[in-house]
């Protein structure tokens, strides 16, 4: 793991997009893995940003996200199709046709895990983008997942759900299920570039990086990835470095 420590959010935002431009500059029809929550937003606007300033084209580049909630209607302002579009793809040059989200249909659950099963079978992610879980999470793949899982339908932990409920008006609002890649999905990256910021990920950051290879804490298994770049500011840093 290469691990790159950021004074702030901005550094850590700023090194990732200088990532994703490379990327791109080398591979013009590049497969990008994208990642929703708070942490990639800084990456989005500078990827705006450097689109704007005729940095990079997304013309040709295809893109396959991470995760989804389960039986929340796309158009609705939290699901991650709103997200990716409002954030990204309405303010880039990418034909949206080559956008993928993992479809969400609560009543047809397992067709959507294979139908996107399928869809990623037949492509190889150049660069991933990941965020991580206070729990350890990546993707919607759960303590406990095993790590041999292809994308399939989680019941969300606890914790997961009271995380993200400051995007909601209720807990009860927070969906209970999600479908997302599972770890063998997303371990066939070529490159996967995890961003993470703040105190409250310094538990998970330090485990990710120093802890056991376990199932208990997702992340780890990146361990055993031959090419991952891990962007962290001070903070996501602090435990990591105590204990370095
Ligand atoms: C969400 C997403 C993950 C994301 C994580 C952290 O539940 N499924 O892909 O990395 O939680 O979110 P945030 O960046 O908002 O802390």
């Known amino acids: 793991m290469n691990v790159i420590i950021c004074k702030n959010y ?32 800084g990456l989005y606007q500078k990827l705006v940003k450097a689109y704007h300033d005729k940095d990079i084209s997304f013309k040709d580049v ?43 249909d ?29 729990n350890g999470h990546i993707g919607f ?29 209720h807990i009860d609002e927070v969906p209970t299920h999600a479908i997302t890649m599972g770890i063998k999905n997303i371990m066939r990256s070529k490159h996967i570039l995890l961003l993470a910021s703040g105190i409250e990920k310094s538990e998970s950051i330090y485990h990710m990086i120093k802890g056991p290879v376990t199932e208990n804490l997702p992340a780890s298994i990146l361990q055993l990835h031959p090419n991952v770049t891990v962007i962290i500011d001070e903070k996501a840093a602090s435990k990591y470095l105590e204990n370095a």
């Not at 901005?10 to 708070?38: C, F």
Request: one cysteine or more; hydrophobic letters at 35%.
């Open 106 to 134: 609560h009543h047809h659950m397992q067709e959507c895990a294979k139908a996107y099963h399928k869809l990623l079978s037949k492509t190889a992610i150049d660069l991933q983008i990941l965020g991580i879980g206070s």
């Open 10 to 41: 901005e550094e850590m935002s700023q090194k990732a997009a200088d990532i994703v431009v490379q990327q791109v500059t080398q591979k013009i029809n590049s497969v990008l893995g994208l990642a929703t929550g708070s942490t990639p937003l």
């Open 141 to 169: 793949n759960e303590p406990g997942t095993p790590f041999g899982n292809e994308v399939f339908i989680v019941e969300l932990d606890e914790q997961t759900r009271n995380d993200n409920k400051r995007f909601f008006n």
């Open 62 to 104: 295809t893109t396959y996200n991470l995760d989804e909630y389960m039986g929340l209607d796309v158009s609705h302002p939290q699901s991650y199709h709103q997200f990716m579009y409002k954030h990204l793809f309405s303010q880039i040059d990418i034909d949206l046709s080559n956008t993928h989200l993992p479809k969400n």
